[in-house]
Protein backbone atom coordinates (compact mmCIF):
# COMPACT_ATOMS: atom_id res chain seq x y z
CA UNK A 1 0.00 0.00 0.00
CA UNK A 2 1.11 3.39 -0.35
CA UNK A 3 3.14 5.37 2.28
CA UNK A 4 0.39 7.94 2.69
CA UNK A 5 -2.69 9.09 1.99
CA UNK A 6 -4.81 11.81 2.24
CA UNK A 7 -8.63 12.75 1.77
CA UNK A 8 -10.08 15.39 0.32
CA UNK A 9 -14.07 14.89 1.36
CA UNK A 10 -17.08 16.34 1.13
CA UNK A 11 -21.15 15.94 1.58
CA UNK A 12 -21.86 18.06 -0.82
CA UNK A 13 -20.43 19.60 -4.02
CA UNK A 14 -19.20 22.89 -5.17
CA UNK A 15 -17.06 23.05 -1.81
CA UNK A 16 -13.30 22.65 -3.49
CA UNK A 17 -12.63 19.19 -2.74
CA UNK A 18 -11.09 18.59 -6.14
CA UNK A 19 -9.42 22.21 -5.76
CA UNK A 20 -7.49 21.16 -2.48
CA UNK A 21 -7.00 17.65 -4.03
CA UNK A 22 -4.69 19.26 -6.67
CA UNK A 23 -3.33 21.50 -4.81
CA UNK A 24 -2.31 19.04 -2.06
CA UNK A 25 -0.67 16.30 -5.06
CA UNK A 26 1.25 19.51 -6.91
CA UNK A 27 2.73 20.41 -3.45
CA UNK A 28 4.17 17.14 -2.46
CA UNK A 29 4.64 16.26 -6.32
CA UNK A 30 7.08 19.23 -6.45
CA UNK A 31 8.90 17.82 -3.40
CA UNK A 32 9.94 14.88 -5.69
CA UNK A 33 7.16 12.48 -4.46
CA UNK A 34 5.43 9.78 -6.45
CA UNK A 35 1.97 11.19 -6.21
CA UNK A 36 -1.65 9.64 -7.58
CA UNK A 37 -5.02 11.08 -7.20
CA UNK A 38 -7.70 8.61 -7.00
CA UNK A 39 -10.60 10.34 -8.29
CA UNK A 40 -14.20 8.37 -6.64
CA UNK A 41 -16.39 11.06 -8.59
CA UNK A 42 -16.48 8.40 -11.98
CA UNK A 43 -19.12 10.57 -13.31
CA UNK A 44 -17.54 13.79 -13.78
CA UNK A 45 -13.80 12.51 -13.62
CA UNK A 46 -12.78 16.30 -12.49
CA UNK A 47 -9.45 15.58 -11.55
CA UNK A 48 -8.45 12.94 -13.98
CA UNK A 49 -9.19 15.43 -16.75
CA UNK A 50 -7.29 18.13 -14.96
CA UNK A 51 -4.16 15.95 -14.90
CA UNK A 52 -5.12 14.63 -18.29
CA UNK A 53 -4.63 18.70 -19.27
CA UNK A 54 -1.57 19.02 -17.25
CA UNK A 55 0.51 16.12 -18.85
CA UNK A 56 -0.90 17.15 -22.27
CA UNK A 57 0.88 20.45 -21.95
CA UNK A 58 3.36 19.05 -20.32
CA UNK A 59 3.65 21.05 -17.22
CA UNK A 60 5.93 19.89 -14.04
CA UNK A 61 5.87 18.43 -11.54
CA UNK A 62 3.92 15.16 -12.82
CA UNK A 63 1.39 13.72 -11.30
CA UNK A 64 -0.59 10.88 -12.06
CA UNK A 65 -4.88 10.22 -11.35
CA UNK A 66 -6.89 7.48 -12.46
CA UNK A 67 -10.62 6.64 -11.40
CA UNK A 68 -11.45 4.77 -8.42
CA UNK A 69 -14.44 3.21 -7.02
CA UNK A 70 -13.14 1.29 -3.65
CA UNK A 71 -9.92 2.40 -1.40
CA UNK A 72 -9.43 -1.36 -1.48
CA UNK A 73 -7.47 -0.72 -4.82
CA UNK A 74 -4.74 1.49 -2.83
CA UNK A 75 -3.39 -1.52 -1.67
CA UNK A 76 -2.08 -2.12 -5.33
CA UNK A 77 -0.39 1.31 -5.58
CA UNK A 78 3.29 2.09 -5.54
CA UNK A 79 3.25 6.29 -4.71
CA UNK A 80 4.57 7.69 -2.18
CA UNK A 81 1.55 9.93 -1.58
CA UNK A 82 -2.25 8.61 -2.57
CA UNK A 83 -4.68 11.83 -2.64
CA UNK A 84 -8.45 10.55 -3.10
CA UNK A 85 -10.94 13.01 -4.61
CA UNK A 86 -13.91 11.62 -3.02
CA UNK A 87 -17.08 11.66 -4.23
CA UNK A 88 -20.15 14.17 -2.51
CA UNK A 89 -23.00 12.48 -1.32
CA UNK A 90 -21.37 9.29 -0.70
CA UNK A 91 -21.73 8.23 2.99
CA UNK A 92 -20.21 4.85 2.68
CA UNK A 93 -17.32 5.16 -0.06
CA UNK A 94 -16.10 8.23 1.93
CA UNK A 95 -16.19 6.57 5.32
CA UNK A 96 -14.44 3.88 3.46
CA UNK A 97 -11.49 6.10 2.12
CA UNK A 98 -11.49 8.05 5.52
CA UNK A 99 -10.53 5.31 7.57
CA UNK A 100 -7.45 4.19 5.52
CA UNK A 101 -6.42 7.88 5.35
CA UNK A 102 -3.76 9.26 7.78
CA UNK A 103 -5.17 13.15 6.88
CA UNK A 104 -8.97 14.18 6.25
CA UNK A 105 -9.40 17.27 4.49
CA UNK A 106 -12.85 18.77 4.49
CA UNK A 107 -13.59 22.16 2.50
CA UNK A 108 -16.53 24.35 3.64
CA UNK A 109 -17.80 27.85 2.44
CA UNK A 110 -18.55 30.51 4.56
CA UNK A 111 -22.21 30.19 3.88
CA UNK A 112 -24.90 28.27 6.29
CA UNK A 113 -25.46 25.67 3.21
CA UNK A 114 -21.81 24.57 3.33
CA UNK A 115 -20.88 25.00 6.88
CA UNK A 116 -23.66 23.04 8.40
CA UNK A 117 -23.66 19.66 6.06
CA UNK A 118 -19.76 19.70 6.47
CA UNK A 119 -19.72 19.87 10.45
CA UNK A 120 -22.48 17.12 10.55
CA UNK A 121 -20.12 15.38 7.93
CA UNK A 122 -17.73 15.66 10.00
CA UNK A 123 -19.51 14.55 13.15
CA UNK A 124 -20.52 11.38 11.30
CA UNK A 125 -16.96 10.47 10.33
CA UNK A 126 -16.10 10.70 13.88
CA UNK A 127 -19.04 8.52 15.35
CA UNK A 128 -18.14 5.56 12.82
CA UNK A 129 -14.43 5.78 14.26
CA UNK A 130 -12.51 7.73 12.53
CA UNK A 131 -10.19 9.71 14.78
CA UNK A 132 -11.28 13.38 15.34
CA UNK A 133 -7.52 14.83 15.29
CA UNK A 134 -6.86 13.31 11.46
CA UNK A 135 -10.02 15.65 10.15
CA UNK A 136 -8.53 18.96 9.14
CA UNK A 137 -11.55 21.31 7.95
CA UNK A 138 -9.84 24.24 5.52
CA UNK A 139 -12.20 27.42 4.48
CA UNK A 140 -12.11 28.17 0.67
CA UNK A 141 -14.17 30.62 -1.47
CA UNK A 142 -13.81 32.74 1.32
CA UNK A 143 -15.10 36.79 0.76
CA UNK A 144 -12.88 39.53 1.53
CA UNK A 145 -15.59 40.49 4.30
CA UNK A 146 -12.67 39.71 7.41
CA UNK A 147 -15.25 39.88 9.45
CA UNK A 148 -17.73 36.83 7.84
CA UNK A 149 -14.06 34.85 8.29
CA UNK A 150 -13.70 35.10 11.52
CA UNK A 151 -17.27 34.51 12.54
CA UNK A 152 -17.31 31.18 10.56
CA UNK A 153 -13.78 30.74 12.51
CA UNK A 154 -15.71 31.08 15.60
CA UNK A 155 -18.06 28.26 14.88
CA UNK A 156 -15.55 25.78 13.92
CA UNK A 157 -13.81 26.46 16.80
CA UNK A 158 -16.46 25.34 18.96
CA UNK A 159 -16.65 21.76 17.16
CA UNK A 160 -13.21 20.51 18.35
CA UNK A 161 -11.89 19.98 15.19
CA UNK A 162 -8.22 21.47 13.18
CA UNK A 163 -8.87 24.59 11.25
CA UNK A 164 -6.54 25.73 8.91
CA UNK A 165 -5.02 29.09 9.36
CA UNK A 166 -5.05 29.41 6.05
CA UNK A 167 -7.59 30.03 3.31
CA UNK A 168 -8.32 30.57 0.00
CA UNK A 169 -10.41 33.46 -1.42
CA UNK A 170 -13.20 33.63 -4.21
CA UNK A 171 -10.64 34.47 -7.05
CA UNK A 172 -10.95 34.01 -10.99
CA UNK A 173 -7.45 33.79 -10.85
CA UNK A 174 -7.70 30.48 -9.17
CA UNK A 175 -10.40 29.32 -11.54
CA UNK A 176 -8.54 30.19 -14.59
CA UNK A 177 -5.32 28.43 -13.21
CA UNK A 178 -7.23 25.30 -12.84
CA UNK A 179 -8.49 25.32 -15.88
CA UNK A 180 -5.49 25.31 -17.62
CA UNK A 181 -4.35 22.72 -16.09
CA UNK A 182 -2.46 24.18 -13.06
CA UNK A 183 -2.78 24.28 -9.35
CA UNK A 184 -4.24 27.38 -7.17
CA UNK A 185 -0.34 27.53 -6.09
CA UNK A 186 0.34 27.81 -9.90
CA UNK A 187 -1.51 31.08 -10.96
CA UNK A 188 -0.11 34.10 -12.67
CA UNK A 189 -0.45 35.95 -9.96
CA UNK A 190 2.08 35.55 -6.76
CA UNK A 191 -0.19 37.08 -4.01
CA UNK A 192 -2.82 33.88 -4.94
CA UNK A 193 0.24 31.78 -5.46
CA UNK A 194 1.48 32.64 -1.87
CA UNK A 195 -1.74 32.00 0.11
CA UNK A 196 -2.05 28.77 -1.37
CA UNK A 197 1.13 27.75 -0.81
CA UNK A 198 1.11 29.22 2.91
CA UNK A 199 -2.25 26.51 2.95
CA UNK A 200 -0.29 23.58 1.49
CA UNK A 201 2.20 23.90 3.99
CA UNK A 202 0.01 24.37 6.58
CA UNK A 203 -1.39 20.52 5.49
CA UNK A 204 1.94 19.24 5.13
CA UNK A 205 2.98 20.30 8.70
CA UNK A 206 -0.14 18.54 9.93
CA UNK A 207 0.60 15.62 8.08
CA UNK A 208 3.72 15.23 9.58
CA UNK A 209 2.85 16.31 13.26
CA UNK A 210 0.01 13.12 13.11
CA UNK A 211 2.83 10.60 11.03
CA UNK A 212 5.04 11.46 14.17
CA UNK A 213 1.91 10.82 16.36
CA UNK A 214 1.37 7.36 14.99
CA UNK A 215 5.56 6.45 14.86
Not at 29 to 40: G, R
Not at 60 to 66: C, K, M
Request: glycine share 6%.
Amino acid sequence: MSELVIACLSQKGGVGKSTLARLIARTYASAEWSVKIADFNTKQLTSVDWVGLRMKLGLEPVIHAEPYVSPKNFKRENFDLIVADGKPDSDDSSLAIARVSQLVIIPTGLSTDDLKPQILFANELVQKGVPRDRIMIVLNKVTESEASVQEVRQILRSTGYEIAKNDLTAKTGYQKAQDAGRSVAETTFTTLNERADGLASEIVTRMNELSEKAA
